[in-house]
């Protein structure tokens, strides 16, 4: 199949104003060949002044290959479905609106796809950029809460629970045509924080004989801001985990009781470990982890509660 473009980088967009122009000059000032490539951003129903911005910025870089589209049916899995289909690149490689790709992002990716034609999806390092204060209940089980993804300095074929993040992504495009689109019955919507559209969608990859690979020098920045902390935010993101699993493992009964099995026996182990921060004195990491394990229980028992 002929493609316009190398790859097609896309950013899904919602309410993020403060963030997306510079998501999208983090790719365009990448020092790649402007010819090979075009930036692409959904918007997905904002009621800030993103879609302003994106007219704005569209009009005063006519030398960039840069267009945007408003997705209108709400939710993350729609928006990065649309960018799919909008896509004209061999190559679709997904940047989160809050996040800023790193010196050699586009580079990394291009290059690998061409040198491994049997891997189908790769995904890279997120490190987040906190732009507050860290509370002092935070730990190392909470880096999905803030997008924390770093699987080391090497590359490494990724095979099991382990999986890229939506903020640093990328797919070949026939990928889509052969395993299926993002699940629309997952992932956030609007304020909605339910998860595991990205869990499902490398799930039936891996299930198809693809390859996924993670690789450390496709780096990110991801913003965090002082709201990912608020307990409210935490309750409703972790049992998002819980209600995203439970939906995507929808009539089946068997995985149904043992993911469940799972969790339960992952609030066991927390508190094991939790023993830990107890005897270091540092009770606010134990209550928190304690309480992320139960809600992710309470966001499967009740999936309608996590959307």
């Not at 049997?118 to 507050?132: A, H, K, M, N, W």
């Not at 270091?280 to 992320?292: A, H, V």
Request: hydrophobic residues 40%; charged residues 20%; glycine residues 10%.
């Amino acid at each position: 199949m002929n493609y316009q473009y190398k790859v097609s980088a896309v950013i899904c967009s919602y309410n993020r104003a403060r963030f997306v122009i510079k998501a999208v000059e983090s790719i365009f000032n990448q020092g790649y060949d402007l010819s090979l490539f075009e930036v692409i951003v959904v918007d997905n129903n904002s009621t800030d002044n993103t879609v302003a911005l994106l007219e704005e910025y569209k009009n005063m870089h006519p030398q960039y290959n840069f267009s945007y589209y408003v997705e209108r049916n709400q939710g993350v899995a729609y928006a990065r479905n649309r960018c799919a289909h909008e896509a004209k690149g061999e190559i679709i490689a997904y940047l989160d609106d809050d996040s800023e790709a790193q010196p050699g992002w586009l580079n990394t990716i291009l290059s690998f796809f061409d040198t491994h034609p049997d891997v189908y999806s790769v995904g890279g390092l997120i490190t987040p950029r906190f732009l507050t204060g860290i509370p002092n209940w935070y730990s190392k089980y909470f880096n999905g809460l803030v997008g924390s993804f770093d699987q080391g300095p090497a590359v490494k074929q990724l095979t099991g629970e382990r999986y890229p993040c939506g903020a640093n992504m990328a797919f070949r495009k026939d990928a889509f045509e052969k395993i299926g689109y993002f699940n629309t019955l997952l992932g956030r919507s609007g304020t909605g924080l339910l998860a595991n559209e990205e869990k499902d969608i490398y799930k039936r990859i891996l299930a198809g004989g693809f390859k996924v690979y993670y690789l450390p020098s496709m780096s990110v920045l991801h913003a965090v801001e002082a709201n990912k902390f608020d307990t409210k935010y935490v309750r409703r993101h972790s049992m998002g985990i819980g209600g995203g699993e439970r939906l995507r493992l929808k009539g089946q009964t068997g995985a149904l009781i043992k993911k469940f099995i799972e969790y339960v026996a992952k609030w066991g182990y927390a508190i094991l470990y939790g023993i830990g921060f107890l005897l270091r004195g540092q009770w606010s990491k134990f209550y928190m982890l304690e309480r992320f394990r139960w809600w992710v229980i309470v966001g499967f028992l009740n999936p309608d509660g996590a959307k």
